[in-house]
C-alpha cells in the first residue's frame, strides 16, 4: 500500500513507523527540516521538506497512485486543504485529516466535508477520542482502559496486578478451573516494561499490567476477579479547561447526569469562556498547583481527579498533590512517553496518551481485510483487531486447535448472532462471525490477509 503522511510530529512519526514496519511504502512530508532529517535517518520512508497542502509537494511524493493520505500536521487547515487536492487534482481514493478545533467539528456544518465540498472521508479528532477514552475509565474506575468493541458487547480491559489481587501466581490455564465464571482471555501482560504474549503456563505476578477480553455482560465480575469492585466516579475534578478538559465535562454533562463534575483552568478568560460553555460544572480560576485551589474544589473528597492541562509536568505533580490530599484516584494524560515508567512508582492510577489514541483511530482505517475497530497495546507491542470473517478465511470451519494461528496471535472473543462465545480449542468460527483478536505488529500483516477478500475465491 502507497500511503502519504502529512507531518512528521509525534503521531505522524508513530503511524509512518507502523506502516513502515509492515513494508508499506510511506512518503512523509513537513515544512520543518529538522523533523524531516530525524525521520529520514531513523525510518525506512520517503522525507520531503515542502509544505504538505502544496500540489507540487504532493505531486512529488507521489499523490497520483497514492492509496491514502493522512494529514496529522499542526494545523488543522493545511489538514483540510492537504484531502481536498489530494481528492481534487490526484483522486486519492482515502483521505483521513485530524482536526483539533471543535468549531469546524459543529453538528450544524456537518454538511462541509461531504464529498461535494471538501471531501475527507474520515476526520479525526484527538480531544473527542481522549475525552471519550477519559471518561470509560471514569464508568469503570479500577481499570487502566476500556475500549468497547462489536457495538458495544466486547470489552478490551487493562488492569494492574497487586499483591491482592486473586489470580495471581496462578498458571493461567488453569484460571477456567479454579475460577469458574471467570469468561475472560487474557491477551498481554507487561512487566518491567516488557511484553509478553502469555501462554497457557503463563502466570500474572503483581506489578503486572495485564490485558483481557471479555463480554461486557461478564465485566464486573472479571474485575472483581483482579480485585476491583469499585463503583463508577461520582465526583469529579477536571484540572486544565483547555479542548480536553472542555469536551469532557460537556460529556460529563451530557452523558453522566449523576456525576459531581468541577473544572480548574489557569487562565481567567479561558475559565469564563469554559463556564459559559457549560450548564452544571462548576469551574474554578487558578492554579491546580496551589492547595488553597484544591481546597475549595473539595478534592479531599472527591473521587475521581482527572489531570488534562496541556504541561505534562503540572498534571503529574497536580496529581500527585490530589492524591496526597485524599482524593480516591487519579487519571494523568501525558505526551511525552519518557515519562511513561515514573507514573506507577509515583503512585498514579491511570495515564492517558492522546498520541497512541489518535494512532489507534487512524490504524482502524488503514487496516485492510474486514476490519472493523483497532486498539493499540501500547507502540511497541500490539493491536487488538475486531475483524468479521469470511467465507475464504482460513479460521472458518475449522476447530482454533487445528487453526495454526501465526505466532503472536491470540483470539479473545467470537460474537455470533448477539452471543459471545469465549473461544476455547474446539470453538469452530462461522462466516460473518465478528472476531477479537490480539496481534503483535509483527503479526498484524499475517490477522490483515486472514480476514481478507479473496479474488480466487469468486
Known sequence: MKVIICGAGQVGTSIARHLAGENNDVTVIDQEPTLIQKISDTLDVRAINGFASHPGILEQ????????????????????????????????????????????????????????????????????????????????????DVVPMVDGKVRVVGVRCEESTPIVNTPLRQLTSLFTDLAIVIVGILRNERAIVPKPEDQMLPGDEVYFVCSSAHLSRALASFGHEEAEARSVVIAGGGNIGLTLAEEIE????????????????????????????????????????????????????????????????????????????????????????????????????????????????????RIRSVYSVREDFGEVIEAEALETSPLVGRPLKDARLPAGVIIGAVVRDGEVIVPRGDTVIAAKDRVVVFATYEAVKKVEKMFAVRLDFF
Request: aromatic share 4%; net charge neutral.
Open 61 to 144: 511524493a507521489g499523490a497520483r497512485d497514492a492509496d491514502m493520505l493522512i494529514a496529522v500536521t499542526y494545523s488543522d487547515e493545511v489538514n483540510m486543504v492537504a484531502c481536498q487536492v489530494g481528492h481534487s487534482l490526484f483522486n486519492v481514493p482515502t483521505k483521513i485529516a485530524r482536526v483539533r478545533n471543535q468549531n469546524y467539528l459543529l453538528p450544524i456544518w456537518a454538511d462541509l466535508f461531504s464529498r461535494e465540498h471538501m471531501p475527507i472521508d474520515v476526520i479525526i479528532s484527538p480531544e473527542r477520542e481522549v475525552a471519550r477514552a477519559i471518561g470509560r475509565r471514569l464508568q469503570v474506575p479500577g481499570a487502566l
Open 254 to 369: 451530557r452523558d453522566h447526569p449523576g456525576v459531581d463534575a468541577k473544572v480548574i483552568e489557569f487562565s481567567r478568560d479561558r475559565a469564563r469562556f469554559v463556564a459559559q460553555a457549560l450548564n452544571r460544572t462548576m469551574v474554578l480560576n487558578g492554579d491546580v498547583l496551589d492547595p488553597e485551589i484544591l481546597e475549595e474544589a473539595n478534592i479531599a473528597r472527591t473521587e475521581t481527579f482527572v489531570a488534562v492541562s496541556n504541561d505534562d509536568e503540572v498534571n503529574i505533580l497536580s496529581s500527585l498533590l490530589a492524591k496526597r490530599s485524599g482524593c480516591g484516584r487519579t487519571v494523568t494524560l501525558i505526551n511525552t512517553l519518557t515519562y511513561a515508567p515514573l507514573i506507577t512508582q509515583l503512585g498514579i492510577d491511570a495515564v492517558v496518551n492522546p498520541r497512541a489514541i489518535t494512532v489507534s483511530s487512524i490504524l482502524q482505517h488503514v487496516r485492510r481485510g
